[in-house]
T-cell receptor, first 108, second 115 residues
Framework: TQLLEQSPQFLSIQEGENLTVYCNSSSVFSSLQWYRQEPGEGPVLLVT?????EVKKLKRLTFQFGDARKDSSLHITAAQPGDTGLYLC????????FGGGTRLMVKP | DTEVTQTPKHLVMGMTNKKSLKCEQH?????MYWYKQKAKKPPELMFVYSYEKLSINESVPSRFSPECPNSSLLNLHLHALQPEDSALYLCASSQDAGGFNYGYTFGSGTRLTVV
């Protein structure tokens, strides 16, 4: 059984700070996706990464996929209150098995 | 239309009631999913329908009964639930089972409270 671990579990920062959250798997990802979920809503897809070493940027968000395809990171530059939410990594090749999530709060 | 619509948004039911959750998508997706999400936890897969046929049941108790009347609709029938079944129930769809390249589109969920 694949285990996905995300760290940190909780993160509270001030507006304008940078942050990085991590996702590690006990086995190789076939395809890794990052989602953000706001309270009372369903998760929304941010990015899909497939190739080891891949880097994707989405405005202030930078996603990296490890060379061995067993880990990934999400870096947010100059965080804003609108970035507040639950960030989930998931193995899309495994019927979307989710990691435990990182709960981010960005204070004005 | 790029949405998954779930109704109702909120539902309170007694342990002897029978109710149904509904999910609809018009994106032509051929796979649809039910997930259960408890507070402060990630979503957990319950059922997968691929081309209108149940392909995965993650050992869900029989008091939850899924139904896929057509390629756009997915229902979850509820009967004799327990208070611990209270959760956010999320419906999702993808182009095909696995969502490998195109990802999953989630609805906003139904917040279920069993009293």
């Amino acid at each position: 059984t694949q285990l996905l671990e995300q760290s940190p579990q909780f993160l509270s920062i001030q507006e304008g700070e940078n942050l990085t959250v991590y996702c590690n798997s006990s086995s190789v990802f076939s395809s890794l996706q990052w989602y953000r979920q706001e309270p009372g809503e369903g998760p929304v897809l941010l990015v899909t990464v497939v190739t080891g070493g891949e880097v994707k940027k989405l405005k202030r968000l930078t996603f990296q996929f490890g060379d061995a395809r067993k880990d990934s990171s999400l870096h947010i530059t100059a965080a804003q209150p609108g970035d507040t939410g639950l960030y989930l990594c998931a193995d899309a090749g495994n019927m979307l098995t989710f990691g435990g999530g990182t709960r981010l709060m960005v204070k004005p | 239309d790029t949405e998954v619509t779930q109704t109702p948004k909120h539902l309170v039911m007694g342990m002897t009631n029978k109710k149904s959750l509904k999910c609809e998508q018009h994106m032509g997706h051929r796979a649809m999913y039910w997930y259960k999400q408890k507070a402060k936890k990630p979503p957990e897969l319950m059922f997968v329908y691929s081309y209108e046929k149940l392909s995965i049941n993650e050992s869900v108790p029989s008091r939850f009964s899924p139904e896929c009347p057509n390629s756009s609709l997915l229902n979850l029938h509820l009967h004799a639930l327990q208070p611990e079944d209270s959760a956010l129930y999320l419906c999702a769809s993808s182009q095909d089972a696995g969502g490998f390249n195109y990802g999953y589109t989630f609805g906003s969920g139904t917040r279920l409270t069993v009293v």
